[in-house]
């Protein structure tokens, strides 16, 4: 096969592309944006219909995965498309859950799968904010080895992208969920968050050079179109080559933890084995989804998660800047649909691992 | 969608990596770019050639194995990360073979292949020219016919390596009357040291005598040294610079093994309350392994029949770029040291400088980008 999406991923990618442009995000963008999260919980069943959610969460809880390379393709398309809503957040709580296990896990992953519970969660060295969190049907806390259950959204913070509402989780709630296996749980959703944020900002940034594109070329001065001026070409080439070069380590990422899923993952009855995650009931949780450290390579996915990060956050802003650059005065403005992307570059650099300690992290591997 | 290799590939990369861990020297050469070294780096190639190593994606009867492009990846990893000399052979291995097998005749392929391989005769290339850089196509130096041949006349620079090169090849004016500039071309082979050359050699910035110039005067090639068709020789030429040529000129084991080299130098010497020469490290190492996939995924592409095409141009921008960041953050990590003109890390920052410029500059690779990946309209250079 070799290090290429199959038909069937390529078909896949191509069909939530369609799905999101019939479905027009900005619309929705705006709605989400003032507190009206109806048209997004729509738009998120649909994708949970296409199988966006269930592809993350074990077979044995309603799930088809963990598929982190159809992960992947997915959210490069909700990046394109901006889809508002805890996407990195409600996929990296599958890896949190799946490694939590029974009862927590069976309570919330087959909803998460079918659409029909969206998740934020805040993780320890991550920052205070869980994504989104009045929009969402439980926010998840770890502290030290400890699950809880957010008693509520807590307070809303303004985001520099009016899109992504960030709420401080009221503290407390009770434990669902104890022991050391959440805190391999907890580094295996910061993980997902962290690769799942960054095929998001892939995909953000290909459609920032998209829309860039079609307007330097319609876009004239000088008698000319703005696009055939060495200047702009040389800027948008530099942006085309950040995101061909992060493309191939979200995608590395994915094989990673892929690798590091154990076969038996979505399995039956793993339970109890060695690395058996969760509780520790009996009755056959599976094992921890995304490989909490350490795959048959014995490296784990950490390094390659965060290499991705980097690359594809540093890519997709430096979209955003070229992309305003490029459109001038018009682009300083909320006057186009552009600016929910413009908004979003920054943010998704940042988050889950800012450049600087993806970097650390990179080097530490 | 997978890493794997296949079994083909991992017995291939494990009988380099023996055959290498017994005979790579075990202190580095002198520098290629002298004739001191020049002369050592030949004697490796005819080493490399003997034990079979010196053109692995080549087929068997030229002194290849036949290896797909998954196999020279692997074999390259394996040779830079033995921490094996520099390709003195480069030019004539990636630029005129691929050429001769695509479009030489099978008397050129047994005349001209083997000796390369085993560094018997050394090529070098001879494209531009004073007026003719980027703009190749306005060459001024010409072939006019004569009995059985060509005879040349005209002058050629930037020539890497040919103070101390046997042969070289290149394209000349054959049709001064062609409709454009890119007609008219035809590609040859010649001796530099045949009657009528005469070779100069140029100092780089480090004063090595790296490349040279070339002059010509009536310089007189055989009917038999013409690959392809006469008039067809800038379309030879390009065919050799995209596609395949796009993945093999620097390999990404070459720039594993040196953000290995960088992350141990770190380790060494960093002072890691500087986290921003840490990031820069950081960023050698995740360049090298974004370029090592980025060709994963070409090799595949490649392997299941597309053509690559402009995206080579991505590729070029990618490393030359890359090569050179690497290099500064070595040197500032050196700090007093770096100035020192002797370390393997001062040759290589030489070396690093040099491509941007070469094999079109990374400005005529922006336009191809912008102009035939993003569509964007041609305009005024």
Same mark, same amino acid.
Do not use: H, M, N, Y
């Given at each position: 096969m070799g290090f290429l999406l199959t038909d069937e991923q390529r078909e896949f990618g191509r069909s939530l592309d369609a799905l999101l442009t019939a479905a027009g995000t900005p619309a929705v963008l705006r709605a989400w944006a003032a507190g009206d999260h109806g048209p997004g919980r729509a738009l998120w069943g649909r994708l949970a219909d296409a199988g966006v959610f269930a592809l993350a969460v074990p077979e044995a809880y309603g799930g088809v995965g963990p598929l982190p390379v159809e992960a992947a393709v997915a959210c490069v398309e909700l990046g394109r498309h901006a889809v508002p809503g805890p996407v990195a957040e409600t996929l990296a709580a599958v890896a949190l859950l799946a490694g939590a296990g029974w009862p927590v896990a069976e309570e919330w992953l087959p909803r998460i799968a079918s659409g029909t519970a969206v998740v934020s969660l805040a993780l320890e060295g991550y920052g205070p904010y869980a994504l989104d969190a009045d929009a969402a049907d439980a926010v998840f806390t770890v502290t030290g080895?400890?699950?809880?259950?957010?008693? @509520?959204?807590?307070?809303?913070?303004?985001?520099? =992208?009016?899109?992504?509402?960030?709420?401080?989780?009221?503290? !407390?709630?009770?434990?669902?969920?104890?022991?050391?296996?959440?805190?391999?749980?907890?580094?295996?959703? !910061? =993980?997902?968050?962290?690769?799942?944020?960054a095929a998001l900002a892939l995909g953000c940034g290909e459609e920032l050079l998209r829309a860039t594109v079609a307007y330097v070329k319609q876009r004239t001065q000088f008698g000319v179109p703005v696009g055939s001026f060495q200047a702009v070409k040389h800027r948008l080439a530099d942006t085309l080559l950040g995101l061909e070069f992060a493309r191939p380590l979200v995608f590395g990422a994915a094989v990673k933890l892929a690798e590091a899923t154990p076969e038996t993952g979505a399995g039956t009855g793993a339970g109890g084995g060695p690395t058996g995650a969760g509780t520790g009931t009996a009755g056959g949780p599976p094992e921890a989804g995304t490989g909490a450290g350490g795959g048959p390579t014995g490296v784990g996915p950490g390094p390659a998660v965060a290499a991705a990060k980097v690359a594809a956050g540093e890519a997709g802003y430096a979209a955003a800047r070229t992309a305003l650059q490029a459109h001038g005065a018009i682009g300083y403005t909320e006057e186009l649909d552009l600016a929910?992307?413009?908004?979003?570059?920054?943010?998704? *650099? =940042?988050?889950?691992?800012?450049?600087?300690?993806? *970097?650390?992290?990179?080097?530490? @591997? | 969608m997978d890493l794997d290799r296949t079994a083909r590939t991992e017995a291939l990369r494990a009988e380099a990596r023996a055959w290498l861990r017994d005979h790579v020297p075990a202190r580095p050469l002198p520098s290629l770019e002298t004739e001191e070294g020049f002369a050592a780096h030949r004697r490796w190639e005819a080493e490399l050639y003997g034990g079979g190593w010196s053109v692995v994606s080549w087929p068997r009867e030229h002194g290849g194995r036949g290896a797909d492009l998954f196999g020279w990846l692997a074999f390259e990893e394996e040779y830079w990360a033995a921490g094996a000399p520099g390709r003195v052979s480069q030019n004539g291995i990636s630029l005129l073979a691929p050429t001769l097998l695509a479009h030489g005749t099978a008397g050129q392929r047994a005349r001209v292949l083997e000796p390369m391989a085993s560094g018997e005769v050394i090529w070098a290339q001879a494209w531009s020219e004073p007026e003719a850089g980027s703009d190749l196509a306005a060459l001024r130096s010409r072939a006019v016919r004569t009995e059985?041949? #060509?005879?040349?006349?005209?002058?050629?620079? #930037?020539?890497?390596?040919?103070?101390?090169?046997?042969?070289?090849?290149?394209?000349?004016?054959?049709?001064?009357g062609a409709a454009k500039p890119h007609q008219g071309l035809t590609y040859l082979m010649f001796g530099l040291r045949d009657p009528g050359v005469t070779v100069r050699p140029i100092g780089r910035l480090d004063g090595k005598p790296a490349f040279a110039e070339i002059f010509l005067d009536e310089v007189f090639v055989p009917d038999e040294d013409v690959i392809g068709e006469p008039g067809q020789g800038w379309r030879i030429a390009m065919s050799a610079t995209g596609d395949e040529r796009g993945l093999t000129l620097r390999s990404p084991g070459r720039f594993l093994a040196a953000a290995d080299r960088l992350r141990a130098l770190w380790r060494d010497v960093g002072d890691p309350a500087d986290t921003a020469l840490r990031d820069r490290v950081a960023d050698a190492v995740i360049g090298a392994r974004a370029y090592q996939l980025f060709t994963a995924a070409s090799a595949a592409r490649f392997a299941a029949g597309a053509t690559l095409g402009p995206e080579s141009s991505l590729n070029k921008v990618f490393w030359s770029d890359y090569d050179i960041g690497l290099h500064e953050t070595a040197l500032d990590l050196l700090g007093p040291d770096a100035e020192l003109a002797d370390t393997a890390w001062a040759e290589g920052y030489v070396f690093a400088l040099a491509g941007p410029v070469y094999a079109g500059t990374n400005e005529i690779q922006r336009d191809i980008i912008a102009e035939r990946l993003l569509g964007l309209p041609r305009g005024r250079r």
């Open positions: 080895d400890e699950l809880r259950l957010a008693p @509520g959204p807590g307070e809303l913070s303004a985001s520099a =992208d009016p899109a992504r509402r960030l709420f401080r989780p009221e503290p !407390g709630g009770a434990p669902v969920a104890k022991g050391p296996a959440i805190r391999a749980a907890a580094r295996a959703a !910061g =993980d997902a968050a962290t690769f799942a944020t929910w992307w413009l908004r979003r570059g920054p943010p998704l *650099r =940042d988050a889950w691992g800012t450049p600087s300690a993806c *970097r650390a992290r990179v080097l530490a @591997g | 059985g041949g #060509w005879l040349l006349s005209g002058q050629k620079t #930037w020539s890497s390596r040919a103070a101390f090169a046997d042969r070289a090849f290149g394209i000349f004016r054959t049709d001064p």
